[in-house]
């Protein structure tokens, strides 16, 4: 089983729907991250998390919501999605000490139309 | 802020060759990690190599190294040897050793391999 697990993989929704990306990981890391990649423009930073009482809005965190349920689980939220956020979304993990690079899920393909 | 600049959206390379990606970066800091990661066609985010600022040696693995450049601020990754599977988008990243280690990544470059 893979350590940072990414649902759904792929999703083609309808503007204005709402949408929730999660992630799960069973590397008992403490920091979670979630990016966006954009053709052109390589990945870049929505939110952050240390755990469950720590968020933090990252480079392009607007439209986007987070929850941290547990230690193990970081969900992404659109709540109206618009096409602009058509993308391929990441999570990543990392230990508290962040002395270990971070590991990515395998990414969810969400398209919006 | 910290950014990352890929200046080659593709390259290619013959198989056996050796090609070098292109990787500069702007910072004040004067402690952070730089990477390369490999993206291949089934989309996962792949280490390829990881360098400390701090460290004046290149970074190697296997058939990848680097040439870190920190006063001019570069950080390029060589591939001997190019093999078939290493076509991919590669990206060139940045981040702090401290704090909250946000990752800060540059465009990418795709590379294909021509057999």
């Known amino acids: 089983d893979a350590d940072v697990t990414q649902t759904p993989r792929n999703r083609i929704t309808k503007t204005g729907k709402r949408i929730m990306l999660e992630c799960s990981q069973t590397?008992?890391?403490?920091?979670m991250y979630w990016y966006r990649q954009d053709p052109g423009l390589g990945l870049r930073l929505i939110y952050y998390s240390f755990d469950v009482k720590d968020i933090n809005k990252g480079e392009i965190s607007d439209g986007y919501s987070v929850s941290r349920q547990a230690q193990a689980k970081f969900s992404l939220s659109l709540e109206s999605a618009i096409p602009n956020q058509t993308a391929l979304y990441f999570c990543?993990?990392?230990?508290?000490?962040?002395?270990?690079?971070?590991?990515f899920g395998d990414g969810t393909r969400l398209s919006i139309l | 802020a910290q950014t990352v600049t890929q200046s080659q959206p593709e390259m290619s390379v013959q198989e056996a060759e050796t090609v070098t990606l292109s990787c500069t970066y702007d910072t004040s800091e004067s402690d952070y990690y730089l990477f390369w990661y490999k993206q291949p066609p089934s989309r996962q985010m792949i280490l390829v190599i990881r360098q400390e600022a701090y460290k004046q040696q290149n970074a190697t693995e296997n058939r990848f190294s680097v040439n870190f450049q920190k006063a001019a601020k570069s950080f390029s990754l060589k591939i001997s040897d190019s093999q078939l599977g290493d076509a991919a988008m590669y990206f060139c990243?940045?981040?702090?050793?401290?704090?909250?280690?946000?990752?800060?990544f540059g465009q990418g470059t795709r590379l294909t391999i021509n057999p």
């Open positions: 990543a993990t990392s230990d508290l000490t962040g002395s270990q690079p971070q590991h």
């Open positions: 990243a940045y981040s702090l050793i401290q704090g909250a280690q946000k990752l800060v």
């Open positions: 590397k008992g890391h403490d920091r």
